[in-house]
């Protein structure tokens, strides 16, 4: 089956900086691959998504870059804020997202003001 | 409002006992599925099911099961939980022709004694 890897597991970064996450998945087969933020208590919602047929994909402060070739995919935030400080999971899905769906352990950002 | 919503949102049990953690969701989505969520461990698919009546397993399956009789419903059950069912509780849908984002309930904090 499926296995994504997701590091570092915590990221400690001060406010205007820069934050990646990066994560790798194993299956050639999966073609669609999300990023959810999860603030303390409460449920993950979806910030970016990138599908298997485009490289990269950028919405204001926050892009996902996907290399196919050597299956990984990294989500970087530019401008760090301290709302942005949370725990951050990609996950890589079969069929866009309708079947398996298979999440890394997640990345606690946390932003200094 | 759209929303998905799970009941219980808390729950303390003991080994043994069945229960049944509902979820509902009003968005007219054919995708359920439900995740359990562990310190370190990230999110994991426990079952999906693409519409009424289907049901696969995810990454985590054993000690659970699923019926979706419904299209809005997809109730989880243990038949008899033990404590490393211990967990936070995830349903989440998406609909068909959509994004592909999930749209995740509350939560169910779910300890067995």
């Known amino acids: 089956g499926e296995n994504v890897e997701q590091h570092p597991s915590t990221l400690s970064v001060q406010e205007g900086d820069s934050a990646v996450i990066k994560c790798t998945y194993s299956d050639s087969a999966s073609n669609y691959f999300p990023w959810y933020k999860q603030e303390l208590g409460k449920r993950p919602q979806l910030i970016i998504d990138?599908?298997?047929?485009?490289g990269e994909k950028k919405d204001q402060r926050i892009a996902v870059t996907l290399n196919k070739t050597a299956k990984h995919f990294s989500l970087h935030i530019t401008e760090t804020q301290p709302e942005d400080s949370a725990v951050y999971f990609c996950?890589?899905?079969?069929?866009?997202?309708?079947?398996?769906?298979?999440f890394g352990t997640g990345t606690k950002l946390q932003v200094i003001p | 409002e759209a929303q998905v919503t799970q009941n219980p949102r808390y729950l303390i049990t003991v080994t043994g006992k069945k229960l049944t953690v509902t979820c509902s969701q009003n968005m007219n989505h054919e995708y359920m599925s439900w995740y359990r969520q562990d310190p370190g461990l990230g999110l994991r698919q426990i079952y999906y099911s693409m519409n009424v009546e289907v049901t696969d397993k995810g990454d985590v399956p054993e000690g659970y099961k699923v019926s979706r009789k419904e299209k809005r419903n997809f109730p989880l059950i243990l038949e008899s939980p033990s404590p490393n069912q211990t967990s936070l509780y995830f349903c989440a849908s998406n609909g068909q022709g959509a994004t592909g984002e999930l749209f995740f309930g509350e939560g169910s904090r779910l300890t067995v004694l």
């Open positions: 996950a890589a899905c079969l069929s866009g997202g309708y079947q398996k769906v298979t």
């Open positions: 990138i599908r298997s047929n485009v």
